[in-house]
């Protein structure tokens, strides 16, 4: 296991920073999103260690139920065309402030996450470097 590497990522429809500095993980700013399940809304935070599955949630979510993740400054969901290989359901996508996009799955329980990289800028070369991903 290589050091760990925190990514700091945006909005896929407006841009804006989705990181949180009030709310850490592993001393992270975590990723900060409002969420929505078929009874209730409210907001996540996820650590932005890549690997790592800390959260923290407002609202009451079952295992396996789906959560819907938008972004907190303009509304939009943040889906993906993707589904998840292991369980189906939507995935939500983020774009990497350095270069590419990340995707996790929506259902609560599921770890089932990866990165996809567009542009390899240098915060890429050091996730390269240092988690030998
Ligand atoms: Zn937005
Ligand atoms: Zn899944």
């Not at 409210?42 to 949630?57: H, I, P, R, T």
């Not at 303009?74 to 998840?84: A, G, Q, W, Y």
């Amino acid at each position: 296991m290589g050091k760990q590497v925190a990514l700091s990522v945006k909005c896929i429809h407006c841009d804006a920073s989705l990181m949180d500095d009030k709310v850490q993980f592993s001393g992270h700013a975590s990723v900060k999103v409002n969420v929505e399940t078929e009874h209730d809304r409210g907001v996540l935070w996820m650590s932005s260690v890549y690997g790592d599955y800390d959260k923290k949630l407002s609202i009451e979510v079952e295992d396996g139920e789906i959560v819907g993740m938008f972004c907190p400054h303009c509304n939009k969901e943040l889906s993906s065309v993707e589904h998840c290989r292991f369980c189906e359901a939507p995935m939500v996508e983020f774009v990497i402030r350095a270069g590419g996009v990340v995707l996790i799955c929506s259902r609560n329980g599921c770890t089932n996450h990866h990165i996809e990289f567009r542009d390899v800028g240098s915060e890429m070369s050091k996730f390269y470097y240092e988690y030998g991903f």
